[in-house]
């Protein structure tokens, strides 16, 4: 019989767990006071974690200097809809992945993995004419596509692993009970799914919300840039950073993170439990 943990044991967890959670949250807070802190005590010898005479006049010059709305509705869209993409074609094919083994199946998991160690280099400048052939070059719906496919690999290998872990013999009792493959998707694999969907929606999301290099050489209309890419403009020629503006910008570019992760992790908590009660 495993006896329960002493008090020194839960202690020096709960002192470890404190400790990781302070190295997690330290960048954010820093964040949050280098925003709110005037030129001056920015380029103090002697930093404060605390602004001494906290301002909001970084905000207004982000905001001012920078179309920061507008690139934070860019990203939005795109973002939104490099999710949804990615679940609907990552839904069925992790299905067929996982229900119907087959070594073509295998081989081609495995290149779908194996096509993430591709450098961003080597691939950009294919992509590029591609894209300016087909008329998707400078546009959002383009820049979607390659997140989607982007997203692709890891979605699948992340799904089947979901559906792999559901019993054939609930769908096999379906089955029985004279339900069709399409009831037996709607009624009983999807309801079992939603922490797997939800999770993949929320990788899509956050991997097209923060990301950066196709944004920068595929959209060259300033209208149409998302947020990293408008970030970066606070960033001089030679490398001389903005940091007032850029922190502030920085910091309201990760609220619609959180905010998505906080709202997305109810539905898989609500999912998982969904699931638990329909198993």
């Known amino acids: ?66 179309d ?18 990615t679940v609907l074609v990552a839904l069925p094919a992790s299905y067929a992945l996982a229900r119907f083994r087959t070594r073509l199946g295998t081989v081609a998991l495995g290149w779908v993995l194996l096509s993430q160690l591709f450098p961003f280099v080597l691939l950009i400048i294919p992509i590029f004419l591609i894209l300016r052939e087909i008329g998707l070059a400078n546009t959002h719906a383009g820049l979607v596509l390659i997140y989607v496919v982007w997203a692709l690999p890891f979605a699948l290998w ?29 009624r009983v694999v999807l309801p079992l799914l939603a922490p797997g969907v939800v999770a993949t929606a929320v990788f899509a999301f956050i991997s097209a919300w923060n990301e950066f290099f196709f944004a920068l050489v ?33 910091l309201l ?5 959180l905010i998505f992760f906080a709202v997305m992790q109810r539905r898989l908590s609500s999912g998982s439990l969904a699931g638990a009660v329909k198993g």
């Open 1 to 66: 019989m495993i006896g329960r943990p002493s008090r020194t044991g839960q202690a020096l967890r709960y002192a470890a767990l404190a400790a990781y959670v302070i190295f997690l949250g330290f960048p954010l807070v820093w964040l949050l006071s280098t925003a709110f802190k005037p030129p001056r005590e920015l380029v103090a010898l002697h930093p404060t974690l605390v602004p001494v005479n906290p301002t909001v006049q970084n905000f207004v010059q982000a905001f001012t200097e920078q």
């Open 68 to 85: 920061l709305g507008r690139a934070a509705l860019n990203s939005l869209q795109v973002s939104l809809a490099s999710a949804v993409l």
């Open 158 to 186: 992340m799904l089947q692993g979901f559906v792999r872990n559901i019993p054939r013999e609930l769908e096999e009792a379906a089955s029985v009970d004279g339900a069709t493959r399409l009831q037996i998707l709607r």
């Open 218 to 250: 595929l959209i060259k209309t300033p209208d149409l840039a998302t947020l990293p890419v408008a970030l970066a403009r606070f960033v001089g020629i030679e490398g001389t950073a903005r940091l007032g503006p850029l922190a502030a910008g920085s």
């Open 253 to 257: 570019a990760t609220l619609p993170s």
